[in-house]
């Protein structure tokens, strides 16, 4: 479920973008919560403690493999992590650039209630803004859209056609006088339709205050993900590059790309971006992570250890820089020293396959030392 992000954001913050903001640029967006002593980046890394929905990702879903399942699952993923899910609107709304909607008092559980809408669908459509309130409580509005949306989805819609009609006619507490009707009636069933069919859902955001420039960004980062996902690394780093070219400031988009030439083969490009990503954010502790595998596999060990170590220094709850050091000490003939890790790295995971490789490592120490000791 989403929930109101609070009056305030709070200096120190870290906002994560999944998907493009569909009603706002992300510089001006970026700009607005720095004024705060927040971070905002794309994309999602661990320091990252809120999660903003772009509705531009409800547009990449219907066009690609990704699917509207993914973004579920992805919105899972995200509020198990601990991360705070926020709408766009209830973005913009925390930094005071859109108006708040008015007080209302319908908690989650009774617009579910009353409307009949499953509760996974209601989390969907509040995180895609598809009502008033982008959380609860919720308006006796958002009642009667519920109570709509419940219908579309009884007749066969989903609630990623639905949150993707819904937009296309300005605010969406206007529909609440108005009837929609399941496209399938008439040829579209991706589309929701007004009243007797006769209009469909179309028109203009309700910003516009980008340049073609944060358009182009927009894009370019998209083509560029969709041909990461796809294994094209190559083609992804020459569109995150095209990225950088617009926004040199952005730390996610030479991380990708570093991932990208890292996956092309192109190492020595791929440690220059990795370490570019650490210049424009020194706590990107999945770039240190990232460089210390490559150092590692180039038989660097001193500078993977370096890495390594600032990785965990920065995160100490990250449990795979503790596994990897371990590792890298084995390998070294730091028994000791691997031990200690491993036994570490147990506190962080004491269940994965990786765990049970620790817990071999640490009775193999303990067998050496004590025969050695003999």
């Given at each position: 479920?989403?929930?109101?992000?609070?009056?305030?954001?709070?200096?120190?913050?870290?906002?994560?973008?999944?998907?493009?903001?569909?009603?706002?640029?992300?510089?001006?967006?970026?700009?607005?919560?720095?004024?705060?002593?927040?971070?905002?980046?794309?994309?999602?890394?661990?320091?990252?403690?809120?999660?903003?929905?772009?509705?531009?990702?409800?547009?990449?879903?219907?066009?690609?493999?990704?699917?509207?399942?993914?973004?579920?699952?992805?919105?899972?993923?995200?509020?198990?992590?601990?991360?705070?899910?926020?709408?766009?609107?209830?973005?913009?709304?925390?930094?005071?650039?859109?108006?708040a909607p008015d007080a209302s008092s319908l908690s989650r559980q009774s617009l579910i209630d009353q409307s009949r809408l499953a509760g996974?669908?209601?989390?969907?459509?509040?995180?895609?803004?598809?009502?008033?309130?982008?959380?609860?409580?919720?308006?006796?509005?958002?009642?009667?859209?519920?109570?709509?949306?419940?219908?579309?989805?009884?007749?066969?819609?989903?609630?990623?056609?639905?949150?993707?009609?819904?937009?296309?006619?300005?605010?969406?507490?206007?529909?609440?006088?108005?009837?929609?009707?399941?496209?399938?009636?008439?040829?579209?069933?991706?589309?929701?339709?007004?009243?007797?069919?006769?209009?469909?859902?179309?028109?203009?955001?309700?910003?516009?205050?980008?340049?073609?420039?944060?358009?182009?960004?927009?894009?370019?980062?998209?083509?560029?993900?969709?041909?990461?996902?796809?294994?094209?690394?190559?083609?992804?780093?020459?569109?995150?590059?095209?990225?950088?070219?617009?926004?040199?400031?952005?730390?996610?988009?030479?991380?990708?790309?570093?991932?990208?030439?890292?996956?092309?083969?192109?190492?020595?490009?791929?440690?220059?971006?990795?370490?570019?990503?650490?210049?424009?954010?020194?706590?990107?502790?999945?770039?240190w992570f990232n460089l210390a595998g490559l150092m590692s596999d180039e038989g660097k060990v001193a500078s993977a250890r370096r890495h390594?170590?600032?990785?965990?220094?920065?995160?100490?709850?990250?449990?795979?820089?503790?596994?990897?050091?371990?590792?890298?000490?084995?390998?070294?003939?730091?028994?000791?020293?691997?031990?200690?890790?491993?036994?570490?790295?147990?506190?962080?995971?004491?269940?994965?396959?990786?765990?049970?490789?620790?817990?071999?490592?640490?009775?193999?120490?303990?067998?050496?030392?004590?025969?050695?000791?003999?």
């Amino acid at each position: 479920m989403t929930g109101n992000a609070g009056p305030v954001i709070v200096p120190g913050a870290v906002f994560g973008v999944v998907g493009a903001l569909a009603a706002f640029p992300l510089r001006l967006a970026a700009r607005e919560v720095e004024r705060r002593h927040a971070e905002l980046r794309r994309g999602v890394t661990r320091r990252t403690t809120h999660v903003v929905f772009g509705r531009a990702l409800l547009a990449k879903a219907a066009t690609s493999r990704m699917g509207d399942a993914e973004i579920g699952r992805r919105m899972k993923a995200e509020r198990e992590a601990g991360r705070q899910l926020i709408s766009e609107n209830g973005f913009l709304r925390l930094l005071g650039l859109m108006k708040a909607p008015d007080a209302s008092s319908l908690s989650r559980q009774s617009l579910i209630d009353q409307s009949r809408l499953a509760g996974d669908d209601l989390d969907m459509l509040s995180l895609f803004d598809a009502f008033e309130h982008d959380g609860e409580p919720y308006s006796f509005r958002d009642l009667i859209l519920a109570r709509k949306y419940a219908g579309l989805i009884a007749s066969g819609a989903t609630w990623g056609a639905i949150a993707r009609s819904v937009h296309r006619s300005g605010p969406v507490a206007s529909l609440t006088a108005k009837s929609l009707n399941l496209g399938s009636q008439h040829g579209r069933p991706d589309a929701i339709y007004l009243d007797d069919g006769r209009s469909e859902l179309d028109g203009q955001l309700l910003f516009d205050l980008g340049t073609p420039q944060d358009d182009r960004l927009e894009e370019l980062f998209a083509e560029a993900e969709t041909a990461e996902e796809e294994r094209r690394h190559d083609e992804a780093a020459a569109l995150y590059q095209r990225c950088l070219a617009i926004d040199p400031r952005d730390a996610i988009a030479a991380f990708n790309r570093a991932n990208c030439l890292r996956g092309a083969g192109r190492v020595a490009e791929a440690a220059h971006d990795y370490a570019r990503a650490i210049k424009l954010d020194p706590g990107f502790v999945e770039a240190w992570f990232n460089l210390a595998g490559l150092m590692s596999d180039e038989g660097k060990v001193a500078s993977a250890r370096r890495h390594l170590q600032k990785a965990i220094a920065l995160d100490k709850t990250y449990a795979d820089p503790v596994f990897n050091l371990a590792r890298l000490e084995f390998d070294a003939g730091n028994l000791a020293e691997a031990r200690r890790l491993w036994v570490r790295y147990l506190e962080l995971d004491a269940e994965s396959e990786w765990a049970r490789t620790a817990q071999m490592g640490i009775q193999f120490v303990d067998l050496h030392m004590a025969r050695t000791a003999g």
